[in-house]
């Protein structure tokens, strides 16, 4: 980048010494050429006792847009703008967060502007995860085992998502449970369970939540099938017979 100066100026270029544009402070039309990518800082002052600062952005290239190619469902995310060079003037996503309420792939509207008024505007892809769900852990055997519990106890349900992920996890209505035929045949519609004095809790230690199941002492004798869903649409079910 070139300035031009009037005579009888000085300058200084990024904290360096103050340099006349021309040796002997005389010559009209002087120039500046001013090289590299980056915001530079240039300090003037004139022979008059004048002075003052500017900023010299010199900037080629557009700005970068990143988006990470996958999510964890129901974490707080957002595209992150960047340029090397004069630095991000603006930048703006839609949506804002980014969307990650439900599971599978989505795209984000991004527009970014440097101080020199390069932009890139696009739609970037992005994928969100489902719960990395494991479990269930003892006291349930998973399927295709049928757990034998009393009827009217309280069972706990134990299960990892690979971290904390908050307490507002499952989908309206569950965890549930249905009925069944000891043989295997669901008879009846999900029917929400009674959460029981224990609660829901998270142990960071072992990584476990524990929802404590509490059964109704009218199931003796019967068999359910109990069924776990999550909001981003993971399901997970385990049978019992009560005794």
Excluded at 15 to 28: A, E, H, I, N
Excluded at 193 to 219: A, I, M, N, S
Excluded at 234 to 241: D, I, L, V
């Amino acid at each position: 980048m070139t300035i031009s100066g009037a005579p009888g100026i000085s300058y200084s270029l990024d904290g360096d010494r103050f340099t006349s544009l021309d040796g002997d402070l005389s010559t009209p039309g002087t120039q500046l050429v001013v090289n590299g990518t980056g915001v530079h800082s240039l300090d003037f002052r004139g022979s008059d006792g004048s002075h003052g600062s500017l900023a010299v952005p010199i900037d080629v290239s557009d700005p970068t847009v990143l988006v990470s190619p996958t999510y964890s469902f129901g974490s707080v995310a957002r595209a992150l703008c960047a340029d090397a060079g004069s630095g991000i003037a603006s930048c703006s996503t839609v949506p804002d967060p980014l969307d990650t309420s439900s599971a599978g792939p989505k795209t984000v509207h991004v527009r970014a502007v440097d101080r020199v008024g390069r932009e890139f505007e696009g739609d970037l892809p992005y994928s969100v995860t489902s719960y990395s769900f494991t479990g269930f852990f003892s006291p349930i055997a998973n399927l295709p085992t049928v757990n034998i519990a009393n009827a009217g106890s309280s069972v706990p349900i134990k299960f990892s998502l690979a971290g904390f992920r908050t307490f507002n996890l499952f989908a309206q209505g569950y965890p549930a449970s249905q009925a069944m035929t000891c043989g295997g045949a669901v008879t009846g519609s999900p029917q929400p369970t009674t959460l029981g004095p224990e609660g829901f809790t998270y142990d960071p230690l072992l990584d476990q939540y524990k929802y404590v199941w509490k059964t109704d002492r009218r199931w003796m004798g019967t068999c359910r099938q109990l069924m776990v869903r999550l909001q981003d649409g993971t399901e997970k079910r385990a049978n019992f017979r009560f005794q």
